[in-house]
C-alpha cells in the first residue's frame, strides 16, 4: 500500500511538473526615474523629479499556455504608472497600455484581442529614436504627433501578426467604436511590415483613426479619458525607415507624415490645449538618428528631427516647424540596470493660425512661452 501511495505521488509529481513546463506566467516592467531641469516651461525654469524621461514606467503580466501542435494561448496585462506618485498613467484604468489575450501559431501567426497598441509602434518605432530606447520620450516628434512614442494604444481591438518568414513580418489592427449604429464614430485601423537581415532593418507602417474627439468613450481612443494624444475627425500617420548596423554603430532615418483634420485640442506635455476646432494641421518629420557603443557597457546616441507643418482651416493658415537635438550617453550597471544622462534642444518657428507664433514643446514637458526650450535628464532605469 505504501509502495502504491510513493508511486502515485512521483506520478502526480511529474505530471504537475509537465503541466508547469507547459505553461508560463512572468512578472516583467521597467522603472525609470530621474532628474528633469528645463529652461522655460509656460515662462518659468523648473527643476522636477521625472518618472519616465527615457523608458515609459510600467509593470506587466504575460503568460503562454502550450496548447500542443505549435500553437499556444497567450495574454497580457500592462499597466503604466508614474514612478513619484504611484498614479495611473490613464484615470480609473489599471491595464491602460495593453489588456489582451489570444494564440499564437508558430506556423500561421498570433492573433489576439483586447487593448494593444497599433502597427507604427510595432513595426515603424524600433527603427526611431523615440521607440529605440535610447531617446525614447523626450526624444519624441513634437507631442508624439505620430505615436512612434507609443502615447496611447487601441482599444477593444483584434490584431494578426504574422510568423518571421525569412526577415519578413507583416500585421494588421482593428480598432472598432462598440458603439450600435456607429460602426465609423472612434474605430481605428493600421497595417505595417518589416525586413531585417543582418545589420539592414527596414520598415512602414499606417494608422488610421476616426473622430477621436466623440462623445464615445468607449471606442478605440479617446480624448474623453485621456488615452488619446490629439482630439481630431480624422487623424491618418504612414511612413517609413531605415536603419543599419556596422560593428559598435547603428545609424537611421525615419519619415512619418502625420495629418489631423478637424482638430478640436491636444494635449502638450500635459497642458491641454483646445480652442483648435475647425483646424487642420499637416506634419512631416524627418528624422536621422544613430548611437555607438564605446564599450559593452557605455553608449552615446543622438537624434535630430526637422518636423516642418501647415495649419489650414476656420482657425487661420500657418506654417510651424520644430527642429530637434538629443544627445544621450547610457552606462549599463548590469543586465537590467543601467544610468543615463540625456540633453534635449527644440528651436521652433513660424505661426500656428489664430494661435500665433508657434513655441517649443520638447515632448513630455509642458510647452515653452518662447520659440526655444532646452531640458537636461539624468536617471535611473532598472528592468525586471
Do not use: C
Request: glycine letters at 14%.
Amino acid at each position: 500500500m505504501k509502495k502504491t501511495l510513493f508511486v502515485a505521488g512521483v506520478v502526480g509529481a511529474f505530471a504537475a511538473a509537465s503541466a508547469h513546463a507547459q505553461s508560463s506566467v512572468t512578472l516583467y516592467g521597467t522603472l525609470d526615474a530621474g532628474l528633469v531641469y528645463s529652461n522655460n516651461q509656460l515662462g518659468h525654469s523648473n527643476w522636477q523629479q521625472g518618472s519616465g524621461s527615457v523608458s515609459d514606467t510600467y509593470f506587466g503580466l504575460r503568460g503562454s499556455e502550450d496548447l500542443g501542435g505549435g500553437l499556444h494561448a497567450i495574454f497580457k496585462l500592462e499597466n503604466g504608472f508614474n514612478l513619484n506618485n504611484g498614479q495611473f498613467r490613464e484615470s480609473n484604468t489599471l491595464f491602460n497600455r495593453q489588456a489582451y489575450v489570444g494564440l499564437q501559431s508558430n506556423q500561421f501567426g498570433t492573433v489576439t484581442l483586447g487593448r494593444q497598441y497599433d502597427s507604427v509602434v510595432d513595426y515603424l518605432a524600433p527603427i526611431s529614436a523615440a521607440g529605440y530606447g535610447y531617446g525614447n520620450n523626450l526624444a519624441g516628434h513634437p507631442f508624439d504627433n505620430d505615436n512612434l512614442d507609443n502615447s496611447f494604444s487601441i482599444k477593444n481591438s483584434v490584431k494578426y501578426a504574422s510568423p518571421n518568414f525569412a526577415g519578413v513580418q507583416f500585421g494588421g489592427l482593428y480598432g472598432f467604436s462598440n458603439a450600435a449604429g456607429q460602426f465609423s464614430n472612434n474605430r481605428a485601423w493600421s497595417v505595417g511590415a518589416s525586413y531585417a537581415n543582418g545589420p539592414l532593418n527596414v520598415a512602414a507602417a499606417y494608422l488610421q483613426l476616426n473622430n477621436s474627439g466623440s462623445n464615445n468613450t468607449g471606442g478605440a481612443v479617446s480624448s474623453g479619458d485621456g488615452s488619446a494624444q490629439v482630439a481630431a475627425a480624422l487623424q491618418r500617420t504612414y511612413g517609413a525607415g531605415v536603419n543599419y548596423t556596422y560593428g559598435p554603430a547603428t545609424v537611421g532615418f525615419v519619415y512619418t507624415h502625420t495629418q489631423f483634420d478637424n482638430m478640436q485640442s491636444t494635449n502638450v506635455g500635459g497642458t491641454f490645449v483646445g480652442g483648435l476646432s475647425g483646424t487642420n494641421l499637416h506634419l512631416d518629420n524627418y528624422e536621422i538618428n544613430g548611437r555607438y557603443a564605446l564599450t559593452p557597457a557605455l553608449s552615446l546616441a543622438a537624434a535630430y528631427t526637422f518636423t516642418d507643418g501647415r495649419v489650414t482651416g476656420s482657425n487661420g493658415t500657418g506654417d510651424p516647424k520644430w527642429h530637434t537635438v538629443s544627445l544621450q550617453g547610457d552606462y549599463s550597471l548590469s543586465k537590467r540596470t543601467d544610468v543615463y544622462l540625456e540633453g534635449v534642444y527644440q528651436h521652433a518657428s513660424g505661426e500656428f493660425g489664430n494661435l500665433g507664433a508657434n513655441v517649443a514643446a520638447i515632448n513630455t514637458l509642458s510647452p515653452s512661452s518662447t520659440q526655444n526650450q532646452t531640458a537636461v535628464a539624468v536617471g535611473l532605469r532598472h528592468r525586471f
